[in-house]
């Protein structure tokens, strides 16, 4: 399987990968929650993300991504700047998939054969 590094969606999960892994000592020093749990909430949502960017050339790839934003949003629960930066890679990652559906509209219906209108 071969990935596709020119996806922006592609592009918006590895840093949120690393920021989900950079979550974990925030959550443990900062919040004073558990290690085994940070790390275990922290970690699963960085494997989400990692499985999401893995298979973004499927649909399922897209709803695992959509899990992961959630998944970010969800970490504020237990640290709240995760609320602020999970809300940046939501939007971020709505914007691209929303401006990626247009790009791949207007060139299925491009009368040059598929060009960029």
């Known amino acids: 399987m071969s990935l596709n590094l020119v996806n922006p969606d592609f592009g918006i999960m590895v840093p ?7 979550a ?3 959550m443990i020093f900062v919040s004073n929650v ?3 749990a940070a790390a275990g909430v922290a970690g699963a949502a960085a494997v989400l993300a990692l499985v999401a ?3 973004l050339r499927s649909r399922i790839g897209y709803v695992l991504g ?4 959630l998944a970010g949003l969800a970490l504020g629960l237990l640290t709240r700047s995760m609320f602020l930066v999970g ?3 939501a939007g971020v990652w709505e914007l691209a998939f929303v401006l990626g559906k247009r790009l791949d509209s207007g060139m299925e219906t491009s009368p040059d054969g598929g060009d960029i209108p």
């Open 53 to 55: 960017a893995g298979l």
């Open 34 to 36: 558990p290690a085994a």
């Open 16 to 22: 949120q990968l690393i920021v989900f892994g950079l």
């Open 24 to 26: 974990i000592p925030v």
């Open 87 to 89: 809300a940046i890679f």
């Open 66 to 69: 959509w899990l992961a934003q």
